[in-house]
């Protein structure tokens, strides 16, 4: 909700730049990563997933690219929009067959008009 | 349209109440999750269920507990409220290796 973005790092984008998300995994045996959208108030959202063989997935305006040698993930953003305003986090899968996943605390990001 | 519903947005409960926080998804998926959710603390796993009647403990399961009698429902439940309980609860649910769908959340206030 609210609350959650008060303690995060800040990305603050003019609009119609691209944003980039950055997140490092904790764990080299991760297969599968997941980038969630969480604006205010809300649940988390899906945005776009990638697996371990992958090291580049596009979608619809996003970009997700995997580092597997450093343990790390970002989210790109084309041509920024308001409506991206929103706090962004990854969630890794340590392993393949297990339930949890781990969470990043998040970066909030803020499109300036 | 896959839909992951939680009971209520927003709850204010005493300390002391015994409080059902009810979570419904319409996925048939097997595995579904409680989550709460503080600023700086990202998302912390309270339980997991991947079965009806199948339940595992997360990574903060004092204080709670859980029920999955049918496999669309999956229920937490706070024995007696506290004030540091005072959270965003999020409810999720999943296949396998694919990702997760999460409610909307409630914002649980104990007061």
């Known amino acids: 909700g609210e609350s959650v973005g008060l303690h995060l790092p800040t990305l603050s984008v003019q609009e119609g730049d691209n944003s980039i998300i950055n997140c490092a995994y904790s764990n080299s045996a991760s297969d599968y990563f997941i980038w969630y959208k969480q604006e205010s108030g809300k649940g988390p959202q899906f945005i776009i997933d990638?697996?371990?063989?992958?090291d580049k997935r596009q979608g619809q305006r996003v970009t997700v690219l995997l580092n597997k040698t450093v343990k790390h993930l970002s989210l790109q953003i084309a041509a920024t929009q308001p409506g991206d305003s929103a706090v962004y986090f990854c969630a890794e899968n340590p392993s393949s067959g297990t339930y949890k996943y781990i969470f990043g605390t998040g970066t909030r990001l803020k499109v300036l008009a | 349209d896959v839909k992951v519903t939680q009971s209520s947005r927003y709850l204010v409960k005493r300390t002391g109440e015994k409080v059902f926080l009810e979570c419904v998804q319409d996925?048939?998926?097997?595995?579904m999750f409680w989550y709460r959710q503080d600023p700086g603390l990202g998302l912390r796993l309270i339980y997991f269920s991947y079965d009806v009647k199948m339940k595992e403990k997360g990574d903060i399961p004092e204080g709670y507990s859980v029920s999955r009698e049918k496999k669309e429902r999956f229920s937490l439940i706070l024995e007696s409220a506290s004030t540091n309980q005072t959270s965003m609860y999020l409810c999720?649910?999943?296949?396998?290796?694919?990702?997760?769908?999460f409610g909307q959340g409630t914002r649980l206030t104990v007061v």
């Open positions: 999720a649910s999943k296949l396998m290796n694919t990702e997760a769908f």
């Open positions: 990638i697996r371990s063989n992958m």
């Open positions: 996925m048939d998926h097997e595995n």
